[in-house]
């Protein structure tokens, strides 16, 4: 918890440190949610961007554009199987939500553990697949759960931070336009950071 805790405030003083540039990339991310078709694109490039922060670059609004294009077709690619993946979660409780009984309450708290394990996945795919040499879905989605397997109270942890903060700023409405995904951005790849440098350690 308590290094959940230290990537948490280690992300606040990074966006912090470029706060303006980063609160327009966020308000550009949250623009392309509404075609829904950059979306995804729009997402991905966040994490290139929070990667380049990071690592001390100087950051442009150029940036954005190319962090974009640069991420494109994986975008679109993982995008699907996000799609589809929620489509399965958000319709089985939509479908079902009239049934009663136990059995039906143990398909619910089935479909929400996958939902909120996707979730977690979700928000360090990104940084793995920047991190890896092997780009591939598959390889990227093995390590994430590699990693939420050996670290599962510190991957939780970031994951229900996340989810409160995303709640918070649907609520509140300003950090959702202003500084949402670039938090979440920067959790996640911190996050991964830190995974790394203790496999190298151990090694």
Known sequence: MLTAIRIVAHAVATWWREVIVLTLFNIAWLALQVPIVTGPAATAAMYLIARKVIDGEYLELRDGPQALRAMLIPAWKWG????LVIMLVVGNFWLYQ????????????????IGLGWLAISLFYWPFWLAQADRSMRATVR?????????PGFGL???????????ASVLITIPLSTSLMVWLAL?????????????????
């Open 80 to 83: 699907a199987i996000n799609l």
């Open 98 to 113: 009239d049934f009663v009984g136990v059995p039906w309450i143990i398909l619910r708290v089935i479909w929400g553990t």
């Open 143 to 151: 390590n994430v759960v590699l990693f939420l397997a050996k670290r």
């Open 157 to 167: 942890s970031l994951v229900v931070v996340s989810a409160i903060i995303t709640a």
């Open 187 to 203: 959790i996640g790849t911190l996050a991964v950071d830190d995974e790394i440098a203790r496999i190298k350690a151990i090694e």
